[in-house]
């Protein structure tokens, strides 16, 4: 397998989960102070993505037979939401890159792992290229994984790809796509491979720096060495849908954190208060009980969003700890409880920023309404009503959820 160009410098590589952390918090303060700028003028964050490969935050999840941290999801739940918190389009980005990694550590040969695992420990990105516009539904995979006309087992990948986040900046691209047997597979091809051609065409109203553009695959080769049988890893109790959701509910509770702030930062600093309050006896509007209230209202959204991130985190950890339908479940339903109590969380208390601020809030240089039209975007990617149906058989029925990978 060839290999990326070396990182300059080489990433460096992170001890344990207490590092990790506090990477992550060094890293979200320095990326908060130009995220409204880079939002409003939608500069690509590809100087931010280098400092996070360099760090070695995206390798934390990598086994510690390989050389990597091996973090708990509890803390990698964590890293996304310090992420989130400062700018939501950044924290996107790398979501797929574990994913993926992830998909390897289940479902990948041991060279596959050795080989993917030395990359990510480099300081190496994955993006992916899975959803199809067009299709019946988000699993009518119709990319194409066929036979190379050379025989020698290889393959070529046709189809077109959208909402490939991370593709844009990434140097490996995980494609999903259907082989001759029917079966979903995972092909792992370089960026710059013959017949692959990254689109940035992304126009979302939020998350407008992700590039979650299109991705087009024009008989694209792949050796055989770089193809895993994902299809597999819903044939048993697995994880897969649990972590991936568990991240983008990191993200919800990461916005929300960061509404949150803002709104106490803006009130505290630069709110009139409303005549009213100051008639009443209330001269600075952070005095106003009925400011207070709304505070304490949006606080206790903001806490049970954390609350019940950081329970289904450690369900997940408990379940990769001992893997049964029963964990797997368990794990699967607290992740789904976590993800729309943090979407819920992230769109309401986005939105109440403005109502606790004022018309002073509203003005476009701030760029405060971020927050609002990247939590509007990000909890768009799968149905809340769907994940409340779930635990409500759950809870009712004793109903396992399905084995997929959106819950």
């Known amino acids: 397998m060839a290999t990326a160009p070396s990182l300059s410098p080489p990433a460096h590589v992170i001890a344990d989960d207490a590092e990790a952390l ?9 990326f908060r102070h130009d ?9 690509l964050p590809e100087r931010e993505l280098d400092e996070l490969s360099a760090s070695g935050l995206l390798a934390v999840t990598v086994p510690a037979e390989f050389g990597g941290a091996d973090v708990r999801q509890e803390t990698l739940a964590e890293i996304f ?3 989130a918190s400062a700018d939501a ?30 990359e990510v420990l480099a300081g190496r990105r994955l993006g992916n290229a899975q ?21 020698d087992g290889s393959y070529l990948l046709t189809g077109v790809k959208h909402y490939c986040t991370g593709a844009l900046f990434a140097d490996w691209i995980p494609v999903l796509a259907r082989a001759a047997d029917g079966n979903l597979y995972a092909a792992y091809v370089p960026r710059d491979v013959e017949g692959l ?51 983008h509910a990191a993200i919800d509770a990461g916005i929300a954190d960061g509404a949150l702030a803002e ?19 209330y001269p600075e509007a952070f005095d106003d009980p009925l400011l207070i209230q709304r505070f304490g209202e949006l606080a206790l959204q903001v806490r049970a969003a954390d609350a019940l991130l950081a329970a289904a985190a450690r369900a997940v950890d408990s379940a990769r700890a001992d893997l049964t339908d029963d964990s797997a479940a368990e794990a699967s339903i607290a992740v789904a ?8 969380a992230a769109v309401d208390v986005a939105s109440a920023l403005f109502e606790v601020s004022g018309t002073r809030a509203a003005r476009g240089t701030l760029g405060l309404d971020r927050y609002w039209r990247d939590a509007r975007t990000h909890t768009l990617h799968d149905p809340d009503r769907w994940k409340i149906q779930h635990i409500g058989r759950q809870a009712l029925h004793g109903t396992r959820p399905p084995r997929h990978g959106l819950l």
């Open 35 to 43: 995220a409204s700028g880079r939002d409003a003028e939608r500069l």
């Open 81 to 83: 939401r310090l992420l």
């Open 131 to 151: 959803s199809e516009a067009g299709t019946r539904h988000v699993q009518d995979i119709r990319t194409r994984l066929d036979p190379a006309p050379s025989g």
């Open 197 to 247: 051609t990254v689109v940035d065409d992304w126009d979302g109203l939020g998350q407008r720096t992700t590039a979650s553009g299109t991705v087009r695959l024009e008989g694209v080769p792949v050796p055989a060495d770089r193809v895993v049988p994902h299809h597999l890893t819903f044939r048993g109790p697995q994880l897969h849908g649990a972590v991936a959701q568990l991240l």
């Open 337 to 344: 409880a976590a993800k729309v109590t943090a979407g819920r």
């Open 263 to 281: 709104a106490v930062a803006f009130v505290r600093t630069k709110s009139r208060p409303w005549f009213e309050g100051v008639e009443a006896g």
């Open 89 to 118: 389009s950044l924290a996107q980005i790398p979501q797929s890159h574990f994913v993926y990694v992830n998909v390897l550590r289940r479902q990948g040969t041991p060279e596959q792992q050795k080989f993917f695992f030395g």
């Open 22 to 30: 506090a990477v992550a918090a060094e890293l979200a303060e320095r």
